[in-house]
């Protein structure tokens, strides 16, 4: 199947632990993407990379550490991990051309911190 | 200031009627895209429906329609005939125009819970 996938699908974690978010795309698609959906829903661009390259960085924690070895994955690596960071994580890819290109996301990882 | 409003965070519509879903935005490009996303109780983001801001015609998706006033900068969703199966969150997002940091990101709203009662 093409899709964009995401693991773990659930994470749940201990304060100051790191843990890692993976992520791959088979769409063939130049640009990828995390975002952070919280509690109400809200969901908020992280990082963008196009082709290995980071292009946005919002402002994000330095404990959030984006990796992308090839355009097809962007993994994420979250250090000392905080109660805060509870949310549900998503990936999504696109093409970098064409206004009118749809973000295609995984299905989510939920973070649980305690 | 935001730049997607969405401003009803719940709906209620019988099943097999219409509903309108309300969006409005806020840009200073003139070229720019609205893109409306389903979110389902399973959590996956599911996309419907786009509309350019140079589209003469209102986008439509089976029955997925936007109604796209660009003077009033609004971009609703009408879903016609409501299943129970769309019941979920419904985001309104926006791309503005390409920038020299190559930005392609999405800015979405807070979402419109859409509860179809049978």
């Known amino acids: 199947d093409t899709a964009v996938s995401q693991t773990p699908k659930y994470l749940v974690t201990q304060m100051g632990n790191d843990k890692s978010i993976k992520c791959e795309q088979n769409?063939?698609?130049?640009?990828m993407y995390w975002y952070k959906q919280d509690s109400k829903k809200f969901l908020k661009i992280m990082f963008s990379y196009n082709n290995k390259e980071l292009i946005i960085n919002e402002t994000v924690p330095n404990r959030f550490s984006p990796k992308s070895p090839d355009k097809a994955h962007l993994n994420l690596h979250i250090n000392s991990l905080e109660l805060g960071d509870s949310a549900v994580y998503f990936c999504?890819?696109?093409?970098?051309?064409?206004?009118?290109?749809?973000?295609?996301f995984g299905n989510g990882t939920r973070l649980t911190v305690t | 200031a935001q730049k997607i409003t969405q401003t009803q965070p719940g709906m209620f519509v019988q099943e097999k009627e219409a509903v309108t879903l309300d969006c409005t935005y806020d840009t200073s490009d003139q070229s720019y895209g609205l893109f409306w996303y389903k979110q389902p109780s399973s959590g996956e983001m599911i996309f419907l429906i786009y509309q350019g801001s140079y589209d003469e015609q209102n986008a439509t998706e089976g029955r997925y329609s936007l109604n796209f006033q660009k003077a009033r900068k609004s971009a609703n969703l009408v879903i016609s005939a409501s299943q129970l199966g769309d019941s979920a969150m419904y985001f309104c997002?926006?791309?503005?125009?390409?920038?020299?940091?190559?930005?392609?990101?999405?800015?979405f709203g807070k979402g419109t819970k859409l509860s179809v009662i049978p």
């Open positions: 999504a890819s696109s093409h970098r051309t064409g206004g009118n290109s749809p973000l295609h």
């Open positions: 997002a926006m791309r503005e125009a390409y920038s020299g940091a190559g930005s392609y990101q999405l800015t």
């Open positions: 769409l063939g698609h130049d640009t």
